[in-house]
């Protein structure tokens, strides 16, 4: 895959990938290994992590793929002794960990009288369990993994973190409340982080994604025979550039705000990439 756009000063750069063995992340770690940076793939399925980093060792990279598990500080704690050893101290954290959960969905976008007593799933019977499991995936996610790795950036030149945040954080969308609450929570951090490690070196940004199809909301977006859901109809009429977005199209964006080469005085940004979604009023 072709660089979307060269940057100089990573070639060397130990990069620590959250959510590794997904298809965005995996995208990422594989693009960003053309930079000369070393890849460490984080993911709770080692067999997918194993399976991008080899590829980019095909491929003339460096890359490791490590078991992490970034609700668990012992686990983070563990991959990171490991990732010192293989690759040395890392110089850029990309937070890719995240995900919504049906238990944490409701069936329909407007509460209607009578879903109480129907069989809808609605605000009233959001599962806890599933609440709190997607906001701590999103929010904790970023932050357990940001302790422990951000740790060997103080005071280092060059150093940065990159969130993955939404466009949810500045829209919720209808049905995903707590994915919607987690998301904000993730820009809201990104800007608190940014002003609080500004003294130390540390650059802080985030990505704001809008819709691209991928196998993790293959369901909400396609029908069984492949046609699009009214949902998809929605998303695209809410897009001004009526589509969705390509994987590739977040590299560039990745690629700039991580480079101190092209961003050494961006820190606290949340960068939407979204087709317009997030500005369209929808009149």
Known sequence: MKLPLQVNDLKDKVIVITGAGGVLCSMMATTLAKTGAKIALLDRSIERANEYAESIRKDGGV????FADVLDKNSLKKC???VLKDLGPCDILINGAGGNNPKATTDKEYFEMGDIDNDTKSFFDLDEEGIEFVFNLNYLGTLLPTQEFSKDMIGRNGCSILNI?????FTPLTKIPAYSGAKAAVSNFTKWLAVHFSKVGIRVNAIAP??????QNKALLWNEDGTPTA??????EATPMNRFGEPEELLGATLFLISEEASSFITGVVLPIDGGFSSYSGV
Request: charged fraction near 10%; aromatic fraction near 16%.
């Open 63 to 66: 890359a490791f793929g490590y």
């Open 80 to 82: 990171h002794e490991q």
């Open 165 to 169: 945040s939404s466009m949810n954080a």
């Open 210 to 215: 809008g819709f691209f199809s991928t196998a």
């Open 231 to 236: 949902r998809t109809n929605k998303i695209l």
